[in-house]
Nanobody
Framework: QVQLVESGGGLVQPGGSLRLSCAASGFTFSRYSMSWYRQAPGKERDLVARITEIGYSTNYADSTKGRFTISRDNAKNTVWLQMNNLQPEDTAVYYC?????????WGQGTQVTVSS
């Protein structure tokens, strides 16, 4: 059974940091690119960051470059999103995604709220 379980969300003040984790199971993690998406109320789900299967390449949404860092450990079947200097506009549900040409998997999401 495929599972992507996100954790690490919460309430943080502007300028603060959070580290999201996504633990994967039920598929060959190292054969999938991993991404974080986010969806704010009333908006579409947008890509935040992506990392390739081995982790050699990453890409980020313009709004998160320089503040967010995606990383993975294939031995632990885990991907992380380090988020620094969080701003109210970063408030959203954050979703973990696993993708290759065979399949596309999603987690249930974790809420991130940035507010003073």
């Amino acid at each position: 059974q495929v599972q992507l379980v996100e954790s690490g969300g919460g309430l943080v003040q502007p300028g603060g940091s959070l580290r999201l984790s996504c633990a994967a199971s039920g598929f060959t993690f190292s054969r999938y690119s991993m991404s974080w998406y986010r969806q704010a109320p009333g908006k579409e789900r947008d890509l935040v960051a992506r990392i390739t299967e081995i982790g050699y390449s990453t890409n980020y949404a313009d709004s998160t470059k320089g503040r967010f860092t995606i990383s993975r450990d294939n031995a632990k079947n885990t991907v992380w999103l380090q988020m620094n200097n969080l701003q109210p506009e970063d408030t959203a549900v954050y979703y973990c995604n696993a993708h290759n040409y065979l399949a596309d998997y999603w987690g249930q999401g974790t809420q991130v709220t940035v507010s003073s």
